[in-house]
């Protein structure tokens, strides 16, 4: 494989390993029903949505003051906008995601006060992450054949190349909608 290929493809590696060992020793240490283990992997797949709308709006779009700060945001997103076919720029970094699914689980364990909550819950995260780099590649290197998946995109392009100001989610438009920056995709131009 790709010495390249294999680097922007370390956090899937990553994750899924961890994610397996964790849910694993999860399941082993306690007995949870099974519709109490899909709940809390609902739920973090939901918390990634509002993660992923949050990193989008408030940081990866925040007008830096500095020249550094701009640099910064230019680094880790604007620079996607500015070449948005380039592959080096897709996918999430090790470097990047690691704070944030610490983070995460950090307070989903001080919230539910177990760690095989916070296990299930990081799991549902990982999904959704997943999710995410899935619908984004398609975005931008795609010609996805369900409908859905062919809105999210046009939805996303629409993003990056009209309304910047709007259509932060990539997996879902639910909190573009609940925060105020959903726009219908009938109301711009058709973008491909």
């Known amino acids: 494989m790709n010495p390249k290929v294999w680097k922007q493809l370390t956090p899937f590696y990553f994750y899924i ?3 397996l060992v964790l849910g694993g020793a999860a399941l082993m240490s306690e007995t949870r029903s099974l519709i109490s283990i899909l709940l809390l992997c609902f739920t973090g797949a939901l918390t990634w949505g509002l993660i992923e709308y949050g990193l989008h709006r408030l940081v990866f779009h925040f007008e830096a003051k ?7 945001v230019y680094g880790m997103h604007l ?11 897709l996918f999430a970094s090790l470097r990047l995601s690691l704070p944030l699914a610490l983070g995460y689980c950090l307070l989903t364990w001080l919230v539910t006060g177990s760690w ?3 296990v299930y819950l990081f799991i549902g ?3 959704g992450y997943f999710y995410y780099e899935f619908m984004h590649y398609q ?9 859905l998946f062919r ?4 939805y996303h392009l629409l993003h990056h190349h009209q309304t910047s100001a709007l259509h932060f989610g990539v997996t879902s438009p639910v909190f573009d909608y609940l925060f105020g920056t959903f726009q219908s995709t009938d109301q711009n131009q058709t973008v491909r």
């Open 139 to 147: 975005a931008h290197h795609r010609s996805p054949r369900l409908r």
């Open 66 to 72: 500095s020249e550094k700060g701009r640099e910064f």
């Open 151 to 154: 809105y999210l995109k046009k």
């Open 79 to 89: 620079s996607h906008h500015a070449d948005p076919k380039n592959m080096d720029d």
């Open 116 to 118: 095989q909550a916070m």
């Open 125 to 127: 995260l990982t999904a």
């Open 17 to 19: 390993l961890l994610t």
